[in-house]
């Protein structure tokens, strides 16, 4: 079965926000067995959004439209389908006469669901969170309206702090270009992640077995399989040992507390933390001691220990979590560079680690938040002497 | 003049990578005074790079292909422009006959460049780069040799905290579809935008008093133009003042510091915060009474009023500002649904709101944090009692 993605809108074909729709929607299709074969994005153009519309739904069998159904009058895809679909005729209902809205959960514009020849279309909102789970309510049936099924079996397995390079050295001769079934990995930040699709009855015999050599390779790296994020991999270990941690953060100012939070739930193995983004702060809720400070620089191991070891104190967890660094543009010095960032751990095990990382403010803040779980879930599983990437020697 | 982009790479169309080249080059080119009027993606298909490269070539005036030029089996652009360009010639030199080579200066894998009746064409490399430099290198070139100046000027006016169609409908005389200046609406999570785009001489004189208007109409909502973030916004304010902040949270457990914190310098007027995900931190590190916490709950007017007060004293800074909410998904009540979300505003001036916001957990999260960075920045202009998107009157 094939694919085609038509994204809808002046901000996107201008290039002043970035279409991420195309490529989750490629993605979700390709969990289903289903290629896609070509995005196009067009602005808010009437005859064009028609045009490509009439285009691709004559090559594809699946096509999804997202944007332009907004409220305003520079949202023109229900009018453009409407030319196509029942051309001269006045939308009933904010649709063309042969289209069916669909219900939008998360905002209000509906979406629409109609077929073209041979082709299956969804015209879905541009927002993202409104976007993914109307997909979810139609990808199902648009499948079953179209005959084909291919044996199509995919799953991942996740990583972190471990390099890409590194973590494919690892699993080389798994990732032949032609193989079945076939691995490939992708990275984005401090998560690596191994891809693996099979086609046909035994390569997807193949897959569990070549699920756990991948697991074992990147063995203690890997958190979990597929949709498993490494905040829900750590909040598993926390419950079972029934333990709870605390977050003390300097430069990620909050961002390793709203990681783990992201998990439903995580009221049970998180209790909160203290964001010292000032020396202040740093005495004064962690009590971290001024001599410390003016002897190591709040940028060092000393410190770092001495937050973690704060924040399970104050806020009475079994685990403290710290995260201190140069997130940059500015501040960096020799010996201590911009992406300079120690984390200490704190509990029935310690640790304290110095890491260098490379990538601007906003990446060595989010690499930092995810080092910090993954450091704590290094403990929890009685590895943490375990080098994380990028990792370097204590002064 | 016209631009369009064309893609290449099976791990773009399948999604198995995020394509953003075309928005980067798109960005530029509009920088230019260059419209993109289509992107397109394919997978690495020599006849559907040819197809695709007649097509576009045939509709404007510049266009840029990326991807496809490295050195595996599966790079297939010079090939696909070669059967374009001199269909039945060998390859001479990597190149169609009729083609230059582009020095790559970061990588390996020279570009192309070429053209095909009267559209010049780039050919470079995918990884961005690679490619960014490349564009810098013909572009200008490319420009030259196409006649046409058109004087193209483009900005935005962001807003916080006002739906989109509230904040279309105040500038909507404005909106008018084929008007020059031509000003358009976005919306991102709790942000709206407007974006305008002026075209030759008398509507860029236009543009300024535009534009004021525009912010006259979305006052006090908007908060900066283009580039400038709430919470660049609200730091110049604070720095104007010599004043700072500290956060108090629960649902958002550390992204509204985050938040604030994404901007360099922020250490100037933001000092820290306290993480209070559970009910004992909310006691024992803002000092919110056991009593106040029985009697209304964690997610009240009361405990927000209380966490607000609490952090500002502790941190000692002029402001405190509260999040408590329910996420969700789970946790939600007849009165206090998910989506409940209360805001303090503690120091010169106090505040209390109470927020209905829809959306899953994430958007939740992100929007109160946005809501509550906004809800300080009206204080300080001196506009506290607007009400902003979602507010319901105080129980």
Redesign the interface.
């Known amino acids: 079965m094939r694919a085609a993605i038509l994204?809808v809108?002046?901000?996107?074909?201008?290039?002043?926000?970035?279409?991420?729709n195309?490529?989750?929607?490629?993605?979700?299709?390709?969990d289903r067995g289903v290629?896609?074969?070509?995005?196009?994005?067009?602005?808010?153009?009437r005859a064009?959004i028609a045009h490509c519309a009439v285009v691709l739904a004559a090559q594809v069998d699946l096509l999804f439209i997202t944007g332009g159904l907004?409220?305003?009058?520079?949202d023109l895809t229900r009018e453009a389908l409407g030319d196509v679909m029942n051309p001269g005729e006045p939308l009933h209902d904010l649709a063309p006469r042969s289209a069916q809205l669909i219900a939008n959960t998360?905002?209000t514009a509906p979406g629409l669901r109609t077929r073209l020849g041979g082709c299956e279309i969804a015209s879905l909102p541009g927002?993202p969170?409104e976007m993914r789970p109307m997909f979810g309510l139609v990808i199902d049936e648009m499948l079953a309206k179209q005959s084909s099924n291919t044996d199509l079996g995919t799953a991942s397995i996740n990583a972190c702090g471990i390099g890409e390079s590194h973590a494919a050295g690892l699993i080389e001769p798994l990732m032949r270009r032609q193989a079945n079934p076939h691995v490939?990995t992708?990275v984005s930040g401090a998560i690596v992640r191994a891809?693996v699709r099979a086609r046909g009855e035994s390569a997807l015999a193949a897959l569990p077995s070549l699920l756990t050599m991948i697991e074992s390779a990147w063995e203690p790296w890997a958190f979990g399989r597929g949709e498993v994020t490494l905040p829900l991999a750590l909040g598993s270990l926390l419950r079972a040992r029934g333990e709870s941690f605390?977050?003390a953060?300097s430069c990620?100012?909050?961002?390793?507390?709203?990681l783990?939070?992201?998990v439903?739930?995580?009221?049970a193995w998180?209790?909160?933390?203290?964001?010292?983004?000032?020396n202040?702060?740093k005495q004064?809720?962690l009590g971290v001691t001024k001599e410390i400070l003016a002897q190591h620089g709040a940028v060092s191991a000393q410190v770092a220990t001495a937050m973690a070891c704060g924040v399970a104190e104050?806020?009475?967890t079994a685990w403290g979590v710290s995260i201190t660094g140069i997130a940059?543009?500015?501040g960096g010095t020799a010996t201590k560079p911009v992406g300079t960032v120690f984390i200490g751990v704190h509990g029935s095990s310690q640790r304290v680690r110095h890491i260098r990382i490379r990538g601007d403010?906003?990446l060595v803040?989010q690499k930092s938040a995810l080092l910090a779980l993954q450091s704590l879930r290094l403990e929890l599983i009685g590895r943490g002497a375990t080098p994380l990437q990028g990792e370097v020697g204590i002064p």
């Not at 195309?22 to 390709?30: G, K, Y």
């Open positions: 994204s809108g002046d901000e996107l074909v201008l290039g002043e926000a970035l279409d991420t195309s490529q989750w929607i490629a993605h979700e299709l390709l290629d896609t074969v070509e995005h196009r994005t067009v602005g808010d153009d064009a907004g409220p305003t009058q520079d998360h905002g927002p969170r490939g992708t891809r605390a977050t953060e990620t100012a909050g961002s390793c507390g709203a783990a939070t992201e439903a739930g995580s009221s998180f209790k909160g933390g203290i964001i010292a983004y000032s202040e702060v004064s809720c104050r806020l009475g940059g543009p500015a403010r906003e803040r």
